[in-house]
C-alpha cells in the first residue's frame, strides 16, 4: 500500500507526517487525540545509521510526549548486508533500538506496527517485531526467506517446498501463514482508522503471540511449552 | 526416518546412582544421541530407536546384543535418536549413557 | 598458581558447558530429554530430532547464587531455533522476570532461525528478546556466553545483543547476517566468507571486545567462563531516556570513528593498537592495552 494512503485511511482527522529520504515521522489525530507516527519508507535497508536515526526519535517522542501511543509503519527490506556494517557491531545498534521500544513501553506509551510494506527478516524484528501488536494492511509482504534459497540450505526440491507451503504455515512467506504463527495479530482489509483506535484501547502489552499461534493452528507447541518452562 | 524397537533380557546390574536420566552424545551427522532411564521393565532392557538409516536392524540388534553382554544392565530404557552414527559411535554412547546412569 | 589443563567451551556439548559452568550437582534440568518434547515440524522433513529439540534449560547455582541457564546444541542443525527450542527459552525468561534469580546465564550457540521452522523460528526469536526486556526490567541481569562452533548469528546475534553483557572467547563470532549469507546475496566481493581470517577480524570475540560490546574477554577455558560469569552478578540498570541517550551517543560516535573503515585492521590502527599483533594476542594481553 502506498504511504500516502494509509496515512489517510489510518488518520482521516488529519496527520502532519513528513518523510526524509526513508525515514517517516510526525504526529497524527486519531479519536481525537494525538498519536506519534515513526515508520520507514522507500525500500530502506535496516543498517547502523538507520538505527540511530529511528532510536533518536523515538527517544524524542518518549521525552517530549508522555504516554503518547506511538504508530510504527513498516515496511524495509531488511537488514544491511555489508561486512562494515557487522564490522561495526550491527546487532548492537539494532538492540540498541529495541531498548528504546522498550523504554517507551515501561514508560507507558503503546506501540503498534503497521505492516504495508516489505517487512523481512532483521529489518522487521529490529522495527516492527517488537511492538505491542502488529497488524498488517493490503500490499504488506512478511518474510524470513525465499523459498528458494529454502530449498537450496535444507537441499529440498522446491516444488515440494511449494507443495508443503500449501499444506503448512512454518516456514513459507506471506502475512496469511505469519498470522495463522501468532506472528500478526490482525489482518486488515478496511476500516483502519477504527480498528486502530479500538487495538489502542485494548489493555494488553503482554506478548500473548504464542496463543494466538495455538488457536489459530499455526504454532501448535510453543504456548504449552513456554507455560510449563515458566511455571 | 526409521523406527526400530529391541528387548532383551537384561543381566544383574540395575542403576545405582539415583539419577533420573543421562544423555550421551549429540545428533549431528555421524552421531547419535542416547537417553538412557531407569524404568522397572521385569529385569529387561528396552532399546527405542529413530535413525536416519534404515535397513539395518540386525546391525543395531548386534550392537545392543554386545552391550548387554559387556555391561549386564537391567531395567534401563535407551532411546536413541541417531544420524547415521558407525557401530563403534553407537556402543561408545551406549556404555557412555549407562556409565553415567549406572 | 596450579594450572589446570584447558577444558575447551568450544569444543564442549551444551550439557557439558553447564555442568562445568555451574556449582556441582547443583543443576536441575527443566523439561528435560525425558519428556521427548521433539520439534512438531522437522519430522515433513525426514530430519533427525533431538530429546531437548537442542536446547538445555534449567536452574543451579554459581558460587552459591541461584541462577537459570539455557545453552543451545550447536551440534544439532546448527543450534538453529525452532518452535519448541525458542519456547523453551522463552518460557525460562519469563520464569526469571516472576522468580527473580541472580541471573540468566545464556549460552548462545547458533547460526540463526530454523530454515524448516523459519516463520516459528523468527517469531519465536522476539518472543525471547521480549522476554529478554522483561526480565531486565524485574531487575535481573541476564548475561550472555559466546564461544562455541556456530557463532552468533540472525536473530541469535541480535537476541544475545540484548544482554547485559556478554562474556566471549577469540573464537566467539557475532553479527547479525552470517558471512555466507552476505557472500550469497551480496557477492564474494562483499564479504569472503572462506576467508576465516578475514571472518573472525570482523565478526570475532575480539574485535567486539575492543569495541565495547563483549565486555569480558576470556580464553576457551570453562572455568574462565565461569569466573568471569560471576564476576558479572549484579542487578540489571534500568532503562532511562539518560542512558539510552548515552548508549546512541557512543553508537553514533562510532560511526563517526570508524565508518569508513573497509577492515578491522583499519580499526584497530585507529584505536592505537597494532593491528598486526591483535589476533596472536591472548585475552589477558588484548585486556590490558584495549583503549577505555
Redesign the interface.
Known sequence: MELPILLDQLFPEGHRVAVDDWLVSGEATLGGRPVAVLGTTNDVFIGIREAVALSDRLLDIVEKSPGIPIIMLVDNNGQRMALDEELLVLPEYIAHLLRAQQLARNNGHKLISVVYGNSIAGGFIAFGMLADRIVSVPGAETSVMKLEAIARVTKMPLEKLQDLAKQVSVFAPGCENFFRMGGLHEMWTDDFSNRLQKILASDDAQDIRASLGNERGGRKAAQAVIAEVRG | ?EHLSFEFDGGPNAPKSGK??S?AG???SS?L?V?A?PKDLGGKVRFEV???VAHFEEAWRAVFADFIERSQPRDVLF?I???AAIPPVVSLRLDQAWEALA | MKLTPRISFYEA?A?QRVAGLLDADSFREIL???E?RISPHL?MF??????DDGVVVGEGTLEGKEVYIFAQ?G???GGSLGEVHAAKITGLLRRAAIRKPAAVLGLFDSGGVRLEEANAGEIGSTEIMRAILEAQRAGVPVIGLLGGSCGCFGGSGITSSCCDALIASEEARLSVSGPEVIETVMGVEAFDSRDRALVWRTTGGKNRFLFGKVATLVDDHIPAFRMAAVALIKPSEPLSVESLRAERTRLARRIEDYGSCTDARQVWARMGLDADRVPDMTAAELTAVKPA
Open positions: 526416518m533420573p536420566y544423555v549429540v545428533v549431528a552421531n544421541e537417553l532411564q529413530s535413525t536416519t532411546s535418536n541417531d544420524f | 556439548s550439557r528435560p530429554p525425558t521427548q519430522g525426514d530430519a533427525p530430532v533431538a530429546f546444541e551440534k544439532f542443525r
